[in-house]
């Protein structure tokens, strides 16, 4: 699935695609916030996203990415 971070004082917005499930992510950034932490992400590739909780914008979960076409 696509997520997409927006960043406080940032351009441009954070998108990766992840295997987690919308489920997931939601908890994960509950917690962040609660606890005044940071949001940790992972994506398809291997690739981890860090962000300050207290920085964080907004959240925008995607479709499920099953029906990509193109190179990866």
């Given at each position: 699935m696509e997520v997409k971070i927006g960043v406080q004082h940032a351009q441009r917005?954070?998108?990766?695609?992840?295997?987690s499930?919308?489920?997931d992510i939601e908890a994960r950034l509950?917690?962040?916030?609660?606890g005044d932490g940071v949001l940790r992400?992972?994506?398809?590739?291997?690739?981890?996203v860090?962000?300050?909780a207290?920085?964080?914008?907004y959240v925008e979960l995607g479709s499920p990415t099953?029906?990509?076409?193109?190179?990866?």
């Open positions: 917005e954070l998108v990766l695609d992840t295997d499930t919308p489920e509950a917690e962040a916030l609660s992400l992972s994506d398809v590739k291997g690739r981890t860090v962000v300050p207290a920085k964080i914008a099953s029906g990509a076409v193109g190179f990866r």
